[in-house]
């Protein structure tokens, strides 16, 4: 059993940054595989970028060069780093852990606008 919670969202002007990160409860952490998910309003929600457990990780073609995803296994955390937020970034973003099944935290909202 794993519990995720997100955090260090909130609003930022087009440009800016803003770095997510998603703190894991439960055990074998190490053997997850580890992504960010993000959905705009009215939209379906949508991979955003993924880290596995052998250190490979992925992006959305939209984020690529912007955002990079990491994590700290010993402190049982995964991060995502925004850099250069755009209006369209605006979202709610959520962590999922996936490991035979998945899990998922609450969300953190991320709102770019001037």
């Known amino acids: 059993q794993v519990q995720l919670v997100e955090s260090g969202g909130g609003l930022v002007q087009p440009g800016g940054s803003l770095r997510l990160s998603c703190a894991a409860s439960?055990?074998?952490?190490?053997?997850?595989?580890m992504a960010w998910y993000r959905q705009a309003p009215g939209k379906q929600r949508e991979l955003v970028a993924a880290s596995t457990n052998v250190g490979t990780t992925s992006y959305t073609d939209s984020v690529k060069g912007r955002f990079t995803i990491s994590r700290d296994n010993a402190k049982m955390t995964v991060f995502l780093q925004m850099n250069n937020l755009k209006p369209e970034d605006t979202a709610v973003y959520y962590c999922?852990?996936?490991?035979?099944?998945?899990?998922w935290g609450q969300g953190t909202q991320v709102t770019v606008s001037s």
């Open positions: 999922q852990a996936y490991w035979g099944r998945d899990y």
């Open positions: 439960g055990r074998n952490f190490n053997f997850y595989n």
